[in-house]
């Protein structure tokens, strides 16, 4: 082949060419650098780039050793697209090597997978062991604070004499209160007095004169028993007015021995129910 031929056949090549459209391919522009750390409780994830100069469905593939772990597709627009990979499903401590794949093929470039280092890392709320051990504590609080309860005595306050005396008397006086109540609810009403008071006027008047005399038979009577009284002398009626003074001091110390046994015995059932308690 002369070299007018061999020109002749590069012409119609670059012709060929010139006449197929360029094919756009979009193209992975930044990747994760270093580790990426993800917490085995809240999970974690990593963003890449990719540059499109097309619209399509990106699919993405992630697997470790051959193992798919999890595929997630996302829209992907003309210009830069930021996909973020969730990495939730790893769970397992430790470090791993994951293998990331873009597709279709037929959208991307030369480039179309990277792979990332992860580090799985242990949330402490995620070891059981650390419930066991919050709810230990609570249960020896609890105990703790039971038996200090327990423990503390119940400070009462300590009643003077007077103090005492004033309680009895309220507690008499409210009783002599209640049985007023009782009393004036047994006496008859208004209405009661007034039936009983026509009744009473009802009934005849021969009634009255013999009441009248009954009444001046009794005065009669008394009047006939003191003159025949025998007169006392003035010795005799001095003895007799020593008698009663002596009868009433008598009274009157009778009254404050029993005053003060009651006071006695009052003290004394209070001391027992504070021994019981």
């Not at 890449?48 to 469905?57: G, V």
């Not at 001046?216 to 009663?244: G, I, N, Y």
Request: charged letters at 35%.
């Amino acid at each position: 082949m002369n070299c007018k031929q061999i020109i002749a056949v590069s012409a119609v090549i670059l012709f060929a060419l010139c006449l197929v459209p360029a094919v756009d391919a979009a193209d992975i522009v930044d990747t994760p650098d270093g580790t990426v750390e993800v917490d085995n409780m809240n999970g974690g994830g990593f963003d890449f780039t990719i540059e499109s100069d097309n619209s399509f469905e990106l699919t993405v593939t992630v697997s470790e050793n051959g193992r798919e772990l999890s595929v997630q597709t996302f829209d992907v627009r003309p210009g830069e697209n930021t996909i973020h990979v969730d990495l939730g499903m790893m769970t397992s401590v430790g470090t791993h090597t994951i293998r990331v794949e873009c597709t279709p093929a037929g959208e991307m470039g030369a480039q179309h997978g990277f792979n990332v280092k992860v580090e799985v890392t242990q949330n402490i709320l995620s070891n059981w062991a650390v419930y066991g051990a919050i709810a230990v504590v609570v249960i020896v609080i609890v105990i703790f604070a039971y038996m200090k309860m327990r423990d503390t005595p119940k400070n009462k306050p300590e009643m003077t004499f007077e103090e005492l005396e004033a309680q009895r008397k309220a507690e008499m006086a409210a009783k002599a209160d209640r049985k007023q109540k009782k009393e004036k609810a047994a006496t008859p009403t208004t209405e009661r007095k007034r039936y009983v008071g026509s009744k009473t006027e009802e009934k005849p008047k021969a009634a009255e004169p013999k009441a009248v005399e009954e009444t001046k038979v009794k005065e009669s009577r008394l009047l006939e028993k003191k003159e025949k009284e025998p007169k006392m002398t003035f010795e005799e009626l001095e003895a007799q007015k020593q008698a009663e003074k002596a009868k009433k001091a008598a009274d009157k110390e009778k009254k404050k021995s029993s005053d003060k046994s009651e006071r006695e015995r009052y003290l004394e059932e209070k001391r027992k129910k504070k021994d019981q308690e």
